[in-house]
Antibody, heavy 121, light 109 residues
Framework: QITLKESGPTLVKPTQNLTLTCTFS??????????VAWIRQPPGKALEWLAL???????RYSPSLKRRLTITKATSENLVVLTVTNMDPADTGTYYC?????????????WGQGTLVTVSS | SYELTQPPSVSVSPGQTARITCSGD??????AYWYQQKSGQAPGLVIY???KRPSGIPERFSGSSSGTTATLTITGAQVEDEADYYC????????????FGGGTKLTVL
């Protein structure tokens, strides 16, 4: 059964960097057409797409957050890491990782449960 | 940056047809995808590539797209369909980044 799980700190201080890890099972990022994305959701607000890493290590970022985001993968360990620099209270929210299935366009067919990150001093 | 626009809310009675729209300039060239998010849960895919329904999604869910507007239709909405619905697409600029619409709260009562 395909699963994804997010892990990382639940509380960070403003200006600190956030590092989140998505650990997944029963698929591999060596498979053509697969990728892992990060999506976040502030409390009571809409989903916001952040970043996507493809099987071939191609990467896509939200234009508005690109300067603060880095996405990497460790294929042999079945994990993807998202780093967000210079965290702000506006970055508070639930962060999801999801499996991408497609090529240039595609869909997210499996999602993690999400992890709530609060930014506060 | 690229945006997808959805109505904030749609309300129908059980058994009625609910239609949720999503507008975006790149939709004539890019597929639309629809995700359902029930309270306290992660989102789940209900429509992909404008019109296709994943296995396990009830037939009452359908999608269409014309010009700059994609539409999710729930024919004979059920109480259990009450949820937030998000459209998703990819911008057609050089960024090739993803974008979600602002979400639509569907109320069925």
């Amino acid at each position: 059964q395909i699963t994804l799980k997010e892990s990382g700190p639940t509380l960070v201080k403003p200006t600190q960097n956030l590092t989140l890890t998505c650990t997944f099972s029963w698929f591999s990022l060596t498979t053509i057409g697969l990728g892992v994305a990060w999506i976040r959701q502030p409390p009571g607000k809409a989903l916001e797409w952040l970043a996507l890493i493809y099987w071939d290590d191609d990467k896509r970022y939200s234009p508005s957050l690109k300067r603060r985001l880095t996405i990497t993968k460790a294929t042999s360990e079945n994990l993807v890491v998202l780093t967000v620099t210079n965290m702000d209270p506006a970055d508070t929210g639930t962060y999801y990782c999801a499996r991408f299935n497609g090529d240039y366009e595609g869909f997210y067919d499996y999602w993690g449960q999400g992890t709530l990150v609060t930014v506060s001093s | 940056s690229y945006e997808l626009t959805q109505p904030p809310s749609v309300s129908v009675s059980p058994g009625q047809t609910a239609r949720i729209t999503c507008s975006g300039d790149a939709l004539p060239k890019q597929y639309a995808y629809w995700y359902q998010q029930k309270s306290g849960q992660a989102p789940g895919l209900v429509i992909y590539e404008d019109t296709k329904r994943p296995s396990g999604i009830p037939e009452r869910f359908s999608g269409s797209s014309s010009g700059t507007t994609a539409t999710l239709t729930i024919t004979g909405a059920q109480v259990e369909d009450e949820a937030d619905y998000y459209c998703y697409s990819t911008d057609s600029s050089g960024h090739h980044s993803g974008v979600f619409g602002g979400g639509t709260k569907l109320t069925v009562l």
